[in-house]
């Protein structure tokens, strides 16, 4: 386990996965990642490259040939080594190799960078095409808040703060975990999201090109909060298992295939392509 800290924080994450496991105030006394519990849903806070979401029957094609990769990737279940480290600062690598190049014929440098500043939390993904072809990937987060956040609250006491007010249209899931081919209209002239555990019995909330960039979570009755900012990543999922105590605020350059989609790597929807020697860099942030 690494651990990094800042004169009020301490952060640890796994090695396995680059997996955020515990953001943790000392001023407050509060604990603001999600437990783990398997009996739930046993991550914290797993990294999705090189797909975020559901391939159609989990497959998909490139040059004329078929790949098969899981819901969100591979590199949540692969261990990174640790490039380098200070006290406040932490870098994880995850290169390619003859597995991976067996479900994803792309050879690359993907890096995990977490940094600490004073209460915030930033955490850069750094993707590097070291092939000669172009690579075509997605990324993006899966980080799982607790809820409540304290003593004497419950669940419903907490909310959802986006900093933009917007009509919110949200993009339906099928069973397989792909989008739909049209969004539905969920939220009207509003920045306020009310959690409520049976918010998520019909799978993640996802939206699409959100004039907001951050989200605050928060309790009218409690000083505990915490701010995500996410600038620059066109999608966002808000998720959590079912009757479970945390919400995941997920910032995303990808998405599932859609319902519809032709199974083609270099047409699916938020898909990024880098050339030869080019680096890909996205970065979101907490404070607490």
Known sequence: MQTITSQNLTVKINPKGAELVSLFNHENQT???WSADPNFWGKSSPVLFPIVGSLKNNVYRFEGKEYTLPRHGFARD???AVEKSSENSVTFLLTHDDNSLKVYPFKFEFRLIYTLINNTLSVTYAVKNIGEGEMFFSVGGHPAFAVPLAENT???DYYLKFNK????????LTNEGLIETQPFDFLIKTNILPLTKELFYDDAIVFKN???TSITLKSDNVNQQLQFDFEGFPFLG???AKNADFVCIEPWCGIADAANHNQ?????????????NEIFEKTWCVTV
């Open 78 to 80: 692969r261990e990174f």
């Open 210 to 212: 959100l004039e907001s």
């Open 154 to 156: 419950n669940y419903d």
């Open 264 to 276: 083609e790597l270099t047409e699916k929807e938020g898909i990024m392509c880098l050339i030869a």
């Open 238 to 240: 808000i998720w959590a």
């Open 31 to 33: 604990e603001y990642m």
């Open 165 to 172: 007010t917007e009509t919110f249209k949200r993009w339906g």
